[in-house]
């Protein structure tokens, strides 16, 4: 079995069979607007890139949105605009994409592991506290598959103890925790598209 993205390839008794997964919806509309920006010269950091910042601003119910490279690059520049540096600790879950922990390690940092809670798969709050010492600066919240963790416990330990909020909402655009959006809870959040 080979597999691309979109969708899966399959050979089976020397017959060849695609079978999509995902397919791109790109009508009239879109065409115009990626001619739009390939006529105008300006290929990155264009009126288009500030048309989206601003229109995602408003979806998520927040003042800011900036557009940067990936969901990684946004990680790393919210652990560096929360004053993480060498040596501090900053709390996670494990059962994320790479990129949770990397961007922790990249301000040298340690990412540390709370294991998950095996029904919605988001770190288990009652084992967070256990993890927290002296070098804690911050929880790294992964709401994972659509689902946001448990936010009001997570604000109240990291009252409790003076950390700062990053959320990981790659996998969780749109959903919301007690009618407020995923990503509007803490100092900061990333989203990935």
Do not use: W
Request: hydrophobic residues 45%.
């Amino acid at each position: 079995m080979k597999a691309y993205f979109a969708g899966i390839f399959l050979e089976t008794f020397n017959m060849k069979k695609y079978y999509p997964i995902a397919k791109p919806y790109i009508d009239k509309k879109e065409e115009k607007y990626v001619l739009e920006v390939l006529r105008s010269g300006v290929l990155s950091i264009g009126s288009k890139v500030q048309e989206f910042e601003k229109k995602f601003a408003e979806f998520a119910g927040t003042k800011y949105a900036c557009a940067v490279s990936s969901g990684t690059a946004g990680l790393h520049i919210a652990l560096i605009a929360a004053g993480i540096k060498e040596g501090d600790e900053v709390t996670t879950s494990p059962f994320s994409f790479i990129a949770s922990a990397n961007a922790i390690l990249y301000v040298g940092a340690k990412p540390v592991f709370i294991d998950i809670d095996s029904e919605d798969y988001n770190f288990d709050i009652k084992k967070i506290e256990s993890k927290i010492t002296k070098k804690t600066k911050a929880i790294l919240v992964v709401h994972i598959f659509g689902q946001p963790a448990d936010m009001d416990a997570v604000l109240k330990i990291a009252k409790k103890y003076n950390l700062k909020i990053i959320e990981d909402a790659c996998e969780s655009l749109g959903a919301a925790y007690k009618n407020k959006k995923a990503g509007t809870f803490g100092e900061s959040a990333v989203f990935a598209f």
